[in-house]
Each structure stands twice: as structure tokens, then as C-alpha cells.
């Protein structure tokens, strides 16, 4: 049996200024990135690795040679499977790049073009990584040890997607956190995920202090308007508010922190996780307590907010969790 251990790469040099980097942003690691990825190497220590893939781009093979140098020296193949997707020429404008693909997509499936051979200049499209993900994911299948993947954020998606044997349609979106670990195995002729979106090790780097906004209520108001809006939308029921915006330490990092500047909206909610929406994006779970999606952003200042959604399965449990957590919380539905 395979146990594979996907790793996202540490934070780079473009991930602090929050730049989508594709594969023509090749830049290395942060100084933050370095200390990430020694915690993540220290934190491998316990697993018996004997492999390291990477992605060739300098930020994955910067980590990986970080986690290689902590476990005595295990070789790293550099594959070029595991490289970002890449959009291409569109790749230098990372602010307007989705909106540059639709326009040119929907020029080129006018012309009688099939989606699977539209790509951007330079570029590739979603089959061309669903593919060589793929062929990786096969050749390494049937290994009997313990491999460790360094690859991107949107290679990491395409392969927790085809471990559940998912077609494009119907992909599900997953957060992945700089250095996050996702591990899977394969046994039985099917990958199985054991865990998503994990970053224990980070918990040892000291966190950076943030600048409290100055209007809490007011930005509490909108906020929460946007809130109710997509609860409502999905029939929810029931929805609590907690956290840094019902405490009045909602703010701005002084620098990137986890991938974004801003404080996140936490809400505790009950809903059916059958049915949540696509556009929603997995962010992680706590065995027995909830799971959590990124359902939507909000701006304060230009600088983004993640509004994210605690879920509990059994609507009878919230205010036995809510006790249990001595959670403060306000009710919004």
C-alpha cells in the first residue's frame, strides 16, 4: 500500500504580494516560506519517507530540498507533472487573467473549436492538467512506501478531485494552505483520502499582529448583510456568528498571513453537507464537530476578508457545541 502525502509549497515571494504565480512567476521562497518549510520538515520527521516528488518550479523544489535536507538527505524527482496549471501569456496579468480566458475562450468555441483544444497562448487547459495529474497518480499507485508530493494549489485540487473519481463537472474547489498536507492511500484498486488542508505545524510560528479597524459596527452591518444573503439563498436554518467580528478584533495582518490580510467571518451553522453549493470552496473538517467551506469574500479597504462557514450536520447538536466550545456567539438566522 502507497501513502502518498501532498504537500502545497511554502510561501513564496509572489504568495506575500497575493499573486496568482501559474508557471511564468517563477520566483522562490519567502522568508516566512523558509520558516514554514522547516516546520513542515521538522514535522515529517515522524513519517518513514523514502521518496520526494516535486514540482520543478523553484518554490516547490525549494521546499522539498528543505524537507529533504531535515530526513537525511532523501532524493527529490523533480516532475514537471506537478507544475501549476498555467494560463499562458494571460499568466502576466494574474489581476484580470479569468476574465482575459473567457473572452478569448468564447472566441475560439465560436469558431467550431472543441473545449478540449482551446488553450490559452503558451498555455494549457483544465484537461491537460487533469491529465498529467493523472499519469502521476498512476505510476505511483502501486508503490509500497511513503512518498511525499510538493506541488501547487490548483495541481493539489485536480488530484484530491480524481482520488474520488470525479469527473470535470463535477470537481469540487479545495483551499489549500501554503505547506498544508493532504494525505491519501491507495489500497484495494482506490485512493483513499485520509485528511485535507492540514497545517499543525504551523501553529509553533508565531502569529502576526494585526491593525484593528476602527468602524466595528459598521463593517459588523455589511458584513452580515452579505452574510444572511447566501444563507438564505441555500435554505438555511439556523446560523451563528463568532469570532473576531462579534468580539470587535476584526482587522487588517500587517503583512499576508495564511494566504490573505484579513481577518476571517466565521459562522456556525446547521446544513446538510449533500448539499453544498460547488462554488463553495473545502477548507478543512474536525472529525465529529464540523466541516468548513470558504463561501464567499468580503472587502474592507481593498483588502479581502474570507467569510467561512462551520457546518454540523445535526441541527440538534449546535447548542450542545456551542456549550461544550464556550463558544460566544450571536444568532443571525
Known amino acids: 500500500m502507497v501513502k ?10 509572489m504568495n506575500k504580494l497575493g499573486i496568482h504565480q501559474g508557471q511564468i512567476h517563477n ?3 519567502s522568508s516566512e516560506g523558509i520558516k514554514q518549510a522547516k516546520a513542515l520538515a521538522e514535522f515529517l520527521k515522524s513519517e518513514k519517507i523514502s521518496e520526494i516528488y516535486s514540482s520543478d518550479m523553484k518554490r516547490a523544489f ?10 537525511g538527505n532523501v532524493k527529490i ?3 514537471k507533472r506537478l507544475r501549476e496549471f498555467t494560463m499562458g501569456d494571460f499568466d502576466n496579468f494574474p489581476e ?4 482575459l480566458f473567457k473572452e478569448f ?3 475560439e468555441f465560436a469558431k467550431g473549436k472543441s473545449k478540449y483544444d482551446i488553450r490559452p497562448p503558451n498555455g494549457e487547459n483544465i484537461w491537460d492538467l487533469i491529465k498529467r495529474v493523472k499519469e502521476f497518480m498512476e505510476e505511483i499507485k502501486d508503490k509500497e512506501n511513503t512518498i511525499v508530493a510538493v506541488t501547487h494549489g490548483g495541481t493539489n485540487e485536480v488530484l484530491l478531485n480524481l482520488a474520488q473519481d470525479l469527473e470535470k463537472d463535477s470537481f469540487k474547489r479545495y483551499h489549500q ?5 493532504n494525505e491519501l492511500s491507495y489500497e484495494n484498486n482506490k485512493w483513499k483520502i485520509i485528511f485535507i488542508n492540514k497545517t499543525p505545524h504551523l501553529e509553533k510560528i508565531e502569529k502576526i499582529k494585526k491593525e484593528i479597524y476602527n468602524d466595528q459596527e459598521q463593517i459588523k452591518k455589511e458584513i452580515l448583510e452579505k452574510v444572511t444573503k447566501i444563507l438564505s439563498e441555500n435554505k438555511i436554518p439556523e446560523a451563528y456568528l463568532f469570532g473576531s467580528l462579534l468580539d470587535k478584533k476584526f482587522g487588517e495582518y500587517l503583512r499576508q498571513y495564511g494566504r490573505h490580510r484579513g481577518s476571517n467571518v466565521n459562522i456556525l451553522a446547521y446544513m446538510d453537507t449533500k448539499n453544498i453549493p460547488r462554488e463553495w470552496k473545502y477548507i478543512d473538517r474536525e472529525e465529529g464537530l464540523w466541516e468548513i467551506y470558504e463561501i464567499g469574500k468580503f472587502k474592507v479597504n481593498e483588502i479581502k476578508h474570507r467569510i467561512d462557514i462551520f457546518i454540523l450536520k445535526d441541527k440538534q447538536k449546535i447548542k450542545e457545541k456551542i456549550n461544550e466550545l464556550n463558544l460566544k456567539v450571536e444568532k443571525i438566522i
Do not use: F, M, P
Request: proline fraction near 0%.
Open 4 to 13: 502518498l502525502i501532498v504537500i502545497r509549497h511554502a510561501e513564496s515571494e
Open 62 to 71: 525549494e521546499t522539498a530540498s528543505i524537507i529533504s535536507q531535515s530526513l
Open 96 to 99: 484580470k487573467r479569468d476574465v
Open 177 to 181: 494552505e501554503n505547506t498544508c498536507i
Open 27 to 29: 520566483t522562490g521562497l
Open 105 to 107: 475562450y468564447a472566441k
Open 77 to 79: 524527482k523533480k516532475d
